[in-house]
């Protein structure tokens, strides 16, 4: 079943006591602009998301090339802070740059680089959840791609992509989880990502499944905005975060301290309405733009 918003929605509000929780208030409400264009001037630094601010699935967001090349142009810093964790760094920044960004390394986060710094040290042999034929050789440690003989064999689960994941391969983890527990590193906590024709299920939805406990890399959790504003070099009242979701985006920009801008234009509320969601769930972005 390919999910929606509001089934989407449903799953994070399912979770949403293992999210983090901020200690500050919320705003009392939000202010509607059209795009970044309105808050440029505002804020020194901008942390963006890649899916549904900078591109839906594998195409990239014209208006987004245009706000990007603005802000370097009114010397606001840029980093890129995303859940993506299927490909390796330099795959990902291949693909910025072939859409036109001029990212430099120091500028792209991405939760797969979390996870192996977690990693790191660990030993011992990780199966490694991700699209067929993906490589590992970036990452620290043993990690190779998970099989049956895994299963029962692996020391850890490192979870990065969920491409080719079923409710078949999920059952096989989950009753060889519960025969031998062992740890789940999940590099990509999303639980669903917009593509060009809806959304994909993303490790986030499988991994809060599972019978153990899971170690999450990426947003909304905060080890993900602290390596972002630590790269930035800049206190977190002078930069906003901008996504497209609350339970990730939002709450986890909000958390860590930044003034948020949530997308609604396109990603993962093109097409609804976002004030029921805000109203029921409490997470208040500072600013509600229709586009990037």
Request: hydrophobic share 45%; glycine share 10%; with cysteine.
């Amino acid at each position: 079943m390919r999910p929606d918003a509001r089934w989407a929605f449903a799953r994070y509000r399912a979770i949403a006591h293992r999210l983090p929780q901020p200690a500050r208030p919320w705003p009392k409400h939000s202010y509607r602009i059209l795009d970044l264009d309105y808050v440029l001037k505002r804020y020194d630094g901008f942390i963006l998301d890649a899916f549904g601010v900078l591109n839906i699935g594998e195409g990239v967001l014209e208006q987004a090339l245009k706000r990007v090349a603005t802000m370097r142009a009114l010397g606001k810093k840029v980093m890129v802070l995303t859940n993506g964790a299927s490909a390796p760094r330099a795959e990902a920044l291949a693909k910025y740059r072939g859409w036109g960004f001029d990212f430099a390394d120091t500028e792209v986060i991405a939760s797969r680089d979390l996870a192996a710094a977690a990693l790191a040290g660990r030993g011992g042999l990780w199966a490694g959840i991700a699209p067929e034929g993906a490589g590992f050789a970036d990452l620290p440690g043993d990690v190779r791609a998970l099989d049956n003989d895994l299963l029962g064999r692996a020391d850890g689960f490192l979870f990065l992509g969920s491409q080719d994941w079923t409710d078949a391969k999920q059952a096989a983890l989950v009753a060889a989880l519960k025969a031998r527990p062992r740890p789940v590193i999940c590099a990509n906590p999303d639980i669903v990502a917009p593509r060009e024709d809806g959304f994909t299920w993303e490790p986030g939805h499988w991994a809060h499944q599972l019978p153990v406990p899971v170690e999450y890399h990426g947003k909304p959790f905060a080890g993900a905005f602290d390596a972002a504003l630590a790269a930035m070099g800049l206190p977190p009242e002078q930069v906003a975060m901008v996504g497209d979701t609350l339970h990730t985006d939002i709450l986890g920009g909000h958390a860590a301290g930044c003034a948020t801008v949530l997308i609604t234009g396109h990603g993962f509320f093109k097409g609804v309405d976002p004030d029921s969601f805000i109203e029921a769930t409490g997470i208040v972005p500072t600013f509600i733009a229709d586009e990037t």
